[in-house]
């Protein structure tokens, strides 16, 4: 079972940036695609960027697109989110998340594997 663990989140004004950062162990990450989802209390947590075994694709949910940018660094087996201009609306609970399948899974159970999550606040 691999094991995941965010770092990076915390409170920022509207217009700044921060940089996620998901650390695996027990296995590597170079066979799976991962993803950031996030989520507010009360609704369902929704995928906001991916990437492929590679780095060489990368998916964005509408919302976020030209402001975040999702990386990897398979040397250290580790996924990035790096998030920029960000928004009272981007404040939720951010996660990252490994998959096997081939293509951008946006269902939770597509996902085997889970981080428990970084805080991020967003101050208008």
């Known amino acids: 079972q691999m094991e995941l663990v965010e770092s990076g989140g915390g409170l920022v004004q ?9 650390a695996a162990s027990r296995r ?3 066979s799976y ?3 950031w989802f996030r989520q507010t209390p009360g609704k369902e947590r ?10 060489a694709l990368t998916f964005y949910a509408d919302s ?4 975040f940018t999702i990386s990897r660094d398979n040397a250290k087996n580790t996924v990035y989110l790096q998030m920029n201009s960000l928004k009272p609306d981007d404040t939720a609970v951010y996660y990252c998340a ?3 399948y081939a293509y951008w ?13 970084t805080q991020v ?3 208008s």
């Open 121 to 123: 606040t967003v101050s």
């Open 28 to 30: 590597t990450l170079t």
């Open 105 to 117: 899974a946006t269902s939770l159970r597509e996902y085997h594997s889970w981080g428990q999550g």
């Open 64 to 67: 976020v697109k030209g402001r």
């Open 14 to 22: 509207a217009g700044g940036s921060l940089r996620l950062s998901c």
């Open 33 to 35: 695609r991962m993803a």
């Open 46 to 55: 929704d995928l906001v960027a991916a990437i492929s075994e590679s780095g």
């Open 98 to 100: 490994a998959t096997s």
